[in-house]
């Protein structure tokens, strides 16, 4: 009985049991110093990033950043498959005799073969345990192959489950933040209705989305990896138009109340802080400014001149800069692990929301016109 074979190989099961149940079963955060997914997912997205970053055209970077995790959850699988037939194979070698039919000497590679057709199910049966332990560990490896599989059939419907219901929100913030979207695009579009209603409502839905995401991110950080459907849009950079546009409404806005703001500032401020946890973001001082000088001028401008004016001075700018270090040096940190594009405050130029464009829109606009000006749907919105 070969005994450090034996306890390697129940260490390498308990290990893996004990990781696969944490990352699919439990809903909360671990903060345990190591941890298998966790090892994993710095050797492959590390490598993954350095690769993206050798790719100039934003476009093929973003599709290629996209697989990753899709990928990273097949990969996973695979390495908790192959940790678990590593693992019986250690415990078998050590614990017990084996017969191969053929009649050729068993070494540790002819029971790892046989684990392997053990946990995978196939029962070719031309390698067979002897004593009593290791048919039971033979047993008990053929169960644990059929919960893998019932694992698998499990987790990934949820994960594309969550993932939808967090693009649904992010596809709706378009014709309400823009194309990425900003604060100034939702101040400008609904900061000077006559009645506040609408603008609370989108505040209470961003509210809502923010806890949203927190659960599910919390509860499948793999969900941090997964790129939105467009190369503009993403989870973080909708969670920080939420963000700065509660800022600027709590920061005070002219006949703005600030009470729906505050909640969700304080949902949203609460899924950014965790979520830098989760994808083991670093703090960088050295991290540029998103709103110099000169923008905030611009953005005070615009936002003046489409009846919506911000509170000044010496008071409100404090308060505006004390909200914007809540969240700001958590969503860089952020950004710059996964590789994200921060949306800005304020668009440097008119930005057409994605809704608006089409493969078609060109040719269909010349064929029309015929001379005559065109009514696009920038005339209408």
Same mark, same amino acid.
């Given at each position: 009985?070969h005994v450090?074979?034996?306890?390697l190989g129940l260490g390498?099961i308990?290990?893996?049991?004990l990781?696969a149940?944490e ?14 997914? +966790? ?5 492959? !997205?590390v490598? !993954?990033?350095? =690769?993206a ?6 476009p093929?970077?973003?599709a290629f950043l996209?697989?990753?995790g899709? /990928?990273?959850?097949?990969f996973?699988?695979?390495f ?7 693992g019986? +194979?250690l =415990?078998?070698?050590?614990?017990g005799? &084996?017969?191969h /039919?053929?009649?050729e000497?068993?070494n540790f590679?002819t029971?790892?073969y046989?684990?392997?057709e053990t946990f995978f199910?196939?029962g ?5 345990p002897?004593?009593? $332990?290791a048919?039971v ?5 053929s169960?644990?192959?059929f919960?893998f599989?019932?694992v ?8 594309y489950?969550?993932?939808s219901r967090?693009e649904?929100e992010i596809? #709706?913030?378009?014709a309400?933040?823009g194309?990425p ?8 579009r609904?900061?000077?209705c006559?009645e506040?209603? #609408?603008l609370?409502?989108?505040?209470t ?6 806890a949203?995401i927190?659960?599910?991110?919390l509860?499948? $950080?793999?969900?941090?990896f997964?790129?939105?459907? &467009?190369? @503009?849009?993403s989870?973080l950079?909708?969670?920080?138009a939420v963000?700065?546009?509660?800022? /600027?409404?709590?920061?005070?806005v002219d006949?703005i109340?600030i009470?729906?703001a505050k #909640?969700t500032?304080a +949902?949203?401020?609460h899924a950014?802080?965790?979520l830098?946890?989760?994808? @083991?973001?670093r703090?960088d $001082?050295?991290?540029p400014?998103r709103?110099p000088a ?5 953005l005070?401008k615009e936002?003046?001149?489409?009846g919506?004016?911000l509170?000044?001075?010496?008071d409100?700018e404090q ?5 914007r ?5 958590? +969503?860089?940190a952020i950004a710059r692990?996964l590789?994200?594009s921060?949306p800005? !405050?304020?668009?440097?130029?008119k930005?057409?929301?994605? !809704?608006k464009?089409g $493969?078609?829109?060109?040719?269909i ?5 015929d001379?005559h000006?065109?009514y696009?749907?920038?005339? &209408?919105?």
């Amino acid at each position: 009985m070969h005994v450090l074979s034996i306890l390697l190989g129940l260490g390498i099961i308990l290990s893996v049991l004990l990781d696969a149940f944490e990352t699919v079963a439990l809903p909360r955060r671990v903060t345990r110093q190591f941890r298998l997914t +966790a090892w994993f997912y710095r050797r492959t !997205w590390v490598p !993954w990033r350095r =690769v993206a970053r050798c790719i100039n055209n934003a476009p093929r970077r973003e599709a290629f950043l996209g697989y990753f995790g899709p /990928l990273s959850l097949i990969f996973l699988l695979a390495f908790w498959a192959l940790s678990l037939v590593v693992g019986f +194979a250690l =415990v078998q070698y050590g614990a017990g005799e &084996h017969v191969h /039919l053929a009649g050729e000497a068993v070494n540790f590679w002819t029971v790892l073969y046989m684990s392997g057709e053990t946990f995978f199910t196939l029962g070719l049966g031309d390698v067979t345990p002897v004593t009593a $332990p290791a048919r039971v560990l033979t047993v008990l490896e053929s169960g644990m192959g059929f919960a893998f599989l019932a694992v698998v059939i499990g987790y990934l419907p949820t994960i594309y489950s969550a993932f939808s219901r967090r693009e649904i929100e992010i596809s #709706l913030m378009d014709a309400r933040a823009g194309s990425p979207p900003t604060a100034a695009e939702v101040l400008s579009r609904f900061g000077n209705c006559p009645e506040q209603t #609408l603008l609370d409502d989108i505040l209470t839905g961003w509210e809502r989305w923010s806890a949203e995401i927190l659960e599910s991110h919390l509860s499948y $950080p793999v969900l941090s990896f997964f790129r939105s459907q &467009h190369n @503009n849009q993403s989870w973080l950079g909708a969670l920080m138009a939420v963000l700065d546009t509660s800022t /600027l409404v709590i920061t005070g806005v002219d006949r703005i109340r600030i009470e729906q703001a505050k #909640l969700t500032f304080a +949902a949203a401020r609460h899924a950014i802080v965790d979520l830098a946890q989760v994808v @083991n973001a670093r703090y960088d $001082p050295t991290d540029p400014d998103r709103l110099p000088a000169e923008d905030l001028l611009r953005l005070r401008k615009e936002l003046s001149d489409r009846g919506v004016r911000l509170k000044e001075g010496p008071d409100a700018e404090q308060k505006f800069k004390d909200l914007r270090l809540m969240y700001e040096p958590y +969503a860089q940190a952020i950004a710059r692990t996964l590789l994200i594009s921060l949306p800005p !405050w304020i668009h440097s130029e008119k930005r057409r929301d994605n !809704w608006k464009g089409g $493969p078609w829109d060109k040719a269909i606009r010349k064929q029309s016109t015929d001379g005559h000006h065109f009514y696009g749907m920038d005339d &209408h919105f």
